[in-house]
């Protein structure tokens, strides 16, 4: 079966660097996307990886490993409103997107 | 704000209710997807329609019916829902593109069912 695997909560001090990490199955695979969302608001789109390596976006990158079916989202210089939750998910043969069940980030001053 | 609206934001409705969500994207977009959101699960999607035409509809029960009636417009008919159906259901659209690369999705804010 198809499956995304990323922790459920995590908490990081204000100023520090954050890694979450998520593992994909999936049947074929087009590229791997991570979305925030913050409570009671729409997700919106972070990045979107399909080769292999590490993609940056000023305080935000996410790595990509197709061969262990691997991602992760690191955040630098982490701000109180980057507390929201973090969406993986990867794209299957069909272009679908199979998500995970977001990794909840609590930041603390 | 990503370009993509709902209404309304919160719909409180009994079991034997019929009401319609709606959704508009601004965006040009091709494509456009109905998702379920409950609490610590991850999103179902529900129903896509490209181009107007559904393409996609993941066994979803018949109380849910989906309309689009042009690209920028995506209903979802709602009747004699179950509590177990009380969730945030979030629409989403993606401009299709060549294959070989999946299309980002920009999602509105979602409504927020609940079914007494």
């Known amino acids: 079966g198809q499956n995304i695997d990323q922790p459920t909560e995590m908490t990081a001090t204000e100023g520090a660097i954050v890694q979450i990490n998520c593992t994909y199955q999936?049947?074929?695979?087009?590229?791997l996307f991570w979305y925030q969302q913050h409570a009671g608001e729409a997700p919106t789109f972070l990045s979107y990886?399909?080769l292999d390596g590490l993609e940056e976006k000023g305080r935000f990158s996410s790595f990509l490993s197709r061969s262990k079916g691997y991602s992760y989202l690191l955040l630098k210089e982490l701000q109180m409103k980057d507390s929201a939750s973090y969406l993986c998910a990867a794209s299957d043969s069909n272009y679908q997107l199979i998500w995970g069940a977001g990794t909840k980030l609590i930041i603390k001053p | 704000e990503t370009g993509v609206t709902q209404t309304p934001r919160h719909l409180v409705m009994g079991m034997t209710n019929k009401k319609s969500l709606k959704c508009e994207q601004h965006?040009?977009?091709?494509?456009m997807y109905w998702y379920k959101q409950s609490a610590k699960k991850p999103l179902e999607l529900m129903f896509v329609?490209?181009?107007?035409?559904?393409?996609e509809n993941n066994s979803v029960p018949s109380r849910f019916s989906p309309e689009c009636p042009n690209s920028s417009h995506l209903f979802l008919h709602l009747h004699t829902l179950q509590p177990e159906d009380s969730a945030l259901y979030l629409c989403?659209?993606?401009?299709?593109?060549?294959?070989?690369?999946?299309?980002?999705?920009?999602f509105g804010p979602g409504t927020r069912l609940t079914v007494l």
């Open positions: 965006l040009g977009h091709n494509a």
């Open positions: 329609y490209s181009l107007e035409e559904r393409v």
């Open positions: 990886n399909v």
């Open positions: 989403a659209s993606s401009q299709q593109a060549d294959r070989g690369f999946a299309d980002t999705q920009y």
């Open positions: 999936t049947s074929g695979f087009n590229g």
